[in-house]
Structure formats: structure tokens, C-alpha cells
């Protein structure tokens, strides 16, 4: 009788181990894996709207998937829905809509007259992305962190990477033409935009808890924030241009800043950190 009770404990585990069956889940659980699939889908239609020649709608496409990213998590978090694999659909939705759609997007309308270095160029971008969102990932994880991770990312964060190497296509929309030096600089733009997703520089990322905004700017500040989504719809490129412009330049002020306050720590490094051992020789890498 003892020899037949193992298959049926073996049985169970087996099943268990293939995951929850789906009325098991709850709803609330699967909204924001839905608004992830969604920005997923997004982003590939953009794609092949680019194939397609429909740009404009090509890039709206992939700033929707963007949005749709941008707010799972923070769905997730609302619904108290949080999970590892809703965590793990996210990152690859990451790489899809911040890597590869405006890759394409930017090599279909631009970069493909520079021919195979217009296609270097896109490569290095969509792998760039992906390290730069593995990095993410790992120093997320990481139980002990610096002080200054809570304000500033390491790397031009994934989002505003998406943002930033559709510059040519912007421009593409206010009348230059797409030559073949147009092509080539814009490889060169994108190679620069892919540098500066894996490197070091200091990024403030705004989300911190510690700026205050005086009360007296509150209702200027948001009669500019409406003036600027008014800008937005009547003068798309012109302002998505600006945007990207401005922070480029802002880049530099914000690791002017960094280095004031955190000068003496090397970005990257953790404070209070345990020696790794040798399976963490990659993550420290990073």
C-alpha cells in the first residue's frame, strides 16, 4: 500500500507544476496582463503600418504601445494584481515596444537607405534596449540599494529611448526629405541614442518622494502642462521634436546634479552591498 501511495503524491506535484488553471485565476489578476498584451499588439501593428507606409499612424501606434506599458504596472499595483509572471509578460513587452517596433519603424523609414549600416545601426539600438532592460532588472532586484537609485536611473531609461530615437521620423514629418545623408545621420543618431541606453550616466527619473512643489506654482504648473498637451495635438512633430531636444539637453544638468549629491559613489555601485559570490559575478558586472 506504501508503494502506491508515491505515484499519486507524484501525480499531484506534476500537475501543480504545470501552473494554476485558468478559473483559478482571478479577474483582477488578468487586467493588467490584458493591457500588456494589448501594448504588445500595439507595437507590432506599428510595425507593419511602417511596412505599410502609413508612418504617422506607424508612430502613434507605437507612443500608444508605450502609454499601454507605461500604466500596467501601475494598474497592477491599484488592483493589488501584482505577480511574477505579469512581471515577466511586462519585460518582454518592454523589449517589444521600446526596442524593436521603433527600430523598425526608424529603419523602415529612414535607416533603410543607408542599407546595411542603417541595419547595424537598428540592431545595435534593439539589443542596446534589452541590456539596458535586463540591467534594470537586476539592480531592481537587488534587496540593498543605493540612496540615490530612488531618484536617478542609471542609462536613459527604456520609455524615453523609444521617444528619443524617433527623432528622424519626426523630422522626416516636418518636410525634410528622407536622402541618403539623411539616412546615414540618422544611423548615426540611433547608435548614439543606443549608447546612451547602456551607459552609466546618472538620469533623473522624477519619481522620488522627496521634490515638493511649492503650493503658489501648482496652478501655473498645470495651466502648462495643459498648454503643452494643447501644443501636442495641434502641432505634433513640431513639439515631439522639441521634447526630444529638450532632454538631450537636459541630460547633461542631471548628472551635474547627481555628481553634487552622490559625487563620491561610482554609478552602479551599491552601498552596504555583501560580497557576491561567483554566480553573482554578472549581476555585479552590470
Known amino acids: 500500500m506504501e ?4 505515484p499519486v503524491e507524484n501525480g499531484n506535484e506534476n500537475e501543480a507544476a504545470r501552473g494554476p488553471r485558468l478559473r483559478e485565476i482571478p479577474v483582477r489578476l488578468m487586467i493588467p496582463n490584458i493591457i500588456t498584451v494589448l501594448a ?5 501593428s506599428g510595425v507593419r503600418l511602417a511596412f505599410d507606409g502609413r508612418y504617422e499612424m506607424a508612430v502613434a501606434m507605437v507612443l500608444v504601445a508605450a502609454f499601454l506599458d507605461g500604466i500596467d504596472g501601475r494598474v497592477a499595483r491599484l488592483l493589488k494584481a501584482s505577480s511574477k509572471f505579469g512581471a515577466q509578460m511586462d519585460s518582454l513587452a518592454d523589449i517589444v515596444n521600446f526596442g524593436v517596433a521603433p527600430g523598425l519603424v526608424v529603419y523602415v523609414y529612414a535607416l533603410g537607405q543607408a542599407r546595411s549600416f542603417g541595419w547595424i545601426a537598428a540592431l545595435v539600438y534593439a539589443i542596446a534596449m534589452c541590456m539596458r532592460l535586463a540591467r534594470f532588472n537586476v539592480m531592481d532586484e537587488r534587496k540593498v540599494k543605493a540612496t540615490w537609485q530612488s531618484e536617478y536611473f542609471v542609462g536613459v531609461p527604456a520609455p524615453a529611448g523609444a521617444m528619443l530615437v524617433m527623432l528622424p521620423v519626426y523630422i522626416g514629418f516636418l518636410g525634410i526629405p528622407a536622402s541618403v545623408w539623411f539616412a546615414y545621420a540618422s544611423a548615426v543618431y540611433t547608435i548614439v541614442i543606443a549608447l546612451l541606453l547602456v551607459s552609466r550616466l546618472p538620469v533623473w527619473s522624477g519619481k522620488s518622494g522627496k521634490q515638493r512643489i511649492p503650493r503658489d506654482f501648482m496652478l501655473p504648473l498645470m495651466l502648462l502642462v495643459v498648454l503643452y498637451a494643447a501644443l501636442l495635438m495641434t502641432y505634433t512633430w513640431e513639439v515631439m521634436v522639441a521634447t526630444v531636444i529638450a532632454y538631450l539637453a537636459s ?4 548628472a551635474r546634479a547627481w555628481h553634487r549629491t552622490y559625487g563620491t559613489i561610482t554609478v552602479g555601485d551599491q552601498v552596504d552591498m555583501p560580497q557576491p559570490g561567483p554566480e553573482s559575478e554578472i549581476d555585479r558586472n552590470l
Open 3 to 6: 508503494h502506491q501511495a508515491a
Open 40 to 44: 504588445i499588439c500595439a507595437g507590432l
Open 251 to 254: 541630460l547633461p544638468f542631471g
